[in-house]
Every structure is written in structure tokens, then in C-alpha cells.
């Protein structure tokens, strides 16, 4: 039997129709909106994760801590005053014993009047001594006597231009840093 153009055509909407619901169904259930995402466990559900978060932070905060504990302190007076008089140790030669009285001269002054506010690094060593005999400042004057040597120590140096021995350079060095102990402010309770 021969079917002609119109059977093929009938046979086919007949096919069709009998597939389309279910075609139409499946692409229904198919084509589906936007969903949100699918629930899962929290990261927090898993022991680990929560151990390793938790030390994660813990680890953080303890190096905060550290940074601020460091680097939050401004050194004291005295502390900058002996590192200061430690890099004046790589002057200590015989080729530059001039600037090594020089900087031990200075920071020494500069540490006097910053502790004892007195003026010491505008005045001779002259001067600063005999202001230093009216001063009522009790620790300043107890050291009077170490103080006039180093300091005269130094400007014979400093003007003069001549040299020292190492030996003595680390004596007018150990002198200036008993000075500093000494006379360290004690610590504001």
C-alpha cells in the first residue's frame, strides 16, 4: 500500500500528537526558573574547619598582640641615649678619634639637657660647669667630677686634633654610658 503525500503527513501529526504531551512535559519540568543555591553543611559543621578557623584567628590576634607590644614602646631616654653612644664605637679609631669626641660630646649633652632640663649643647664645657655648681639638680651635681673629665676629655680632642688610643677611647666611652645608667630616670609607676 501506497501511501501518498498526504498520508505521510497524517501518519506524522498523528505521531506527533501522541509525543507532544509528553515532550511538552518534559520540557516543563526541564525549563525551570533561577533557583538559589542548594543548602549544604556550613563550614563550621565540620570539626576541623572549626579548629583550624579558630586557630587561624587565635593566631592572628597573638601576632597583633606581639607587633603592638614591639613596636608600640618609644624607647626611654636613657635607651636612646646608649644606643646613640653605641654607634659612636664604630669612630673609634685612631683616623677618627676627632669625630668620636665630637658624638660622644654630643650625646651626652643632648641627654643632659633632656633629662635634667638644663641648656648643655649651647654652652662651653667651661660654662656648663660652673652653671652646673648653682644647680639645685642633685643627681646632675653628684656626678660633677666624672662629667668635667669626660667632657674635658673630649674637647681636648675635638679642638686640638689630636688622637687617641682605642683603650682610651672605650674608657671615655664606658665613662659616658656609667653616666647614663646612673642617672636614669626611675620608671613613672
Not at 32 to 52: N, S, T
Not at 68 to 81: D, E, I, V
Not at 115 to 141: D, I, P, Y
Request: charged fraction near 20%; glycine fraction near 6%; charge should be positive.
Amino acid at each position: 500500500m501506497r501511501m501518498g503525500g498526504r498520508g505521510y503527513r497524517a501518519a506524522a501529526v498523528c505521531a506527533l500528537s501522541t509525543l507532544l504531551p509528553s515532550i511538552v512535559m518534559a520540557a516543563a519540568e526541564d525549563i525551570r526558573g533561577v533557583r538559589g543555591p542548594k543548602a549544604g553543611a556550613a563550614p563550621w559543621a565540620h570539626p576541623q574547619m572549626l579548629a583550624i578557623a579558630v586557630i587561624a584567628v587565635l593566631g592572628c590576634a597573638y601576632l597583633i598582640w606581639r607587633f603592638l607590644q614591639q613596636f608600640g614602646k618609644t624607647p626611654s631616654l636613657s635607651a636612646r641615649a646608649l644606643r646613640r653612644l653605641e654607634h659612636t664605637r664604630a669612630l673609634m679609631s685612631q683616623q677618627t678619634a676627632q669625630a668620636f669626641g665630637i658624638c660622644a660630646s654630643d650625646v651626652i649633652r643632648d641627654y643632659i639637657e633632656k633629662r635634667f632640663e638644663v641648656v648643655a649643647t649651647r654652652q662651653t664645657t667651661e660654662e656648663f660647669l660652673h652653671a652646673l655648681l648653682g644647680s639645685s639638680n642633685e643627681a646632675l651635681t653628684r656626678h660633677r667630677g666624672s662629667l668635667a673629665e669626660f667632657l674635658q676629655q673630649c674637647d681636648w680632642v675635638k679642638f686640638t686634633g689630636t688622637t687617641l688610643q682605642v683603650s682610651d677611647m672605650e674608657s671615655l666611652l664606658q665613662s659616658a654610658r656609667r653616666f647614663v645608667l646612673e642617672t636614669d630616670a626611675p620608671p613613672v609607676a
